[in-house]
């Protein structure tokens, strides 16, 4: 069965500090991964997304996440935090040659600290 | 442009009543998704839509959920005899088929519906 793991549910860094959001996945196939963040009483807005090619995939305000196939991982990171970036991060799969369904993990909520 | 929208953003219904939910996707999206958001958890799929058929329902908890997407624009989710189990934020969600973006999913706001 499908699912996404997100096993931090609070992360918190101090602003100016590199973050990571952590996620790993299981298909049956391959993947297609994508991140989505949430903001308070608004709805979710993509930030990048996995479906070929190069591994390191960046995607808006300076997001950036690595496909590992391996590890069935796909960390979302950034190199500074910024207290904007404080929000609610999905990480979703979904099943790249059969699947219709995106599966969404339970969410990470993300604190930065001016 | 405008986005995806939902109506109403807030509904409370008793125990056993009908209930509408009403998703506008975004102009030219062919690809819509109904989804159900719980406290403290991701979305859940319930459905999703391309043009004007459902391409797959497995989502749907049970025969007392339905949706429609008649001309292939708007979608209602409809469920009947509520239950409290049902309370949750319904989200609605387009993408534009072909397009090098397809798999980019554009959320509208949401429904809250709370069954008492």
């Known amino acids: 069965a499908q699912s996404v793991a997100q096993p931090e549910d609070q992360v918190n860094v101090a602003e100016g500090n590199p973050l990571t959001v952590k996620c790993t996945y299981s298909?049956?196939?391959?993947?297609?991964l994508f991140w989505y963040v949430q903001y308070p009483n608004r709805g979710l807005q993509f930030l990048l997304k996995?479906?070929?090619?190069?591994?390191l995939v960046k995607g808006s305000y300076g997001f950036e996440a690595e496909f590992n196939k391996s590890q069935t991982s796909f960390h979302l990171k950034k190199p500074s935090a910024l207290v904007s970036d404080s929000a609610l991060y999905f990480c979703?799969?979904?099943?790249?040659?059969?699947?219709?369904?995106?599966?969404f993990g339970t969410g990470t909520s993300l604190t930065v600290i001016p | 442009g405008a986005g995806v929208s939902q109506t109403p953003s807030n509904k409370v219904t008793e125990k056993g009543k009908y209930v509408e939910l009403r998703c506008d996707p975004i102009?030219?999206?062919?690809?819509l998704y109904w989804y159900r958001q719980s406290l403290g958890q991701g979305p859940e799929f319930l459905i999703y839509?391309?043009?004007?058929?459902?391409?797959?329902d497995s989502g749907l908890p049970n025969d007392r959920f339905f949706a429609v997407r008649p001309e292939g624009s708007v979608s209602t989710l409809k469920i009947q005899r509520t239950e409290r189990g049902d309370s949750a934020v319904y989200l609605c969600?387009?993408?534009?088929?072909?397009?090098?973006?397809?798999?980019?999913?554009?959320f509208g706001p949401g429904t809250r519906l709370t069954v008492t």
């Open positions: 969600a387009s993408s534009l088929q072909g397009a090098v973006n397809f798999y980019e999913q554009y």
């Open positions: 298909v049956s196939g391959n993947p297609y």
């Open positions: 996995y479906i070929t090619g190069d591994n």
């Open positions: 979703a799969v979904r099943e790249a040659d059969t699947g219709n369904q995106f599966y």
């Open positions: 102009s030219g999206h062919t690809a």
């Open positions: 839509f391309q043009g004007t058929g459902a391409a797959d």
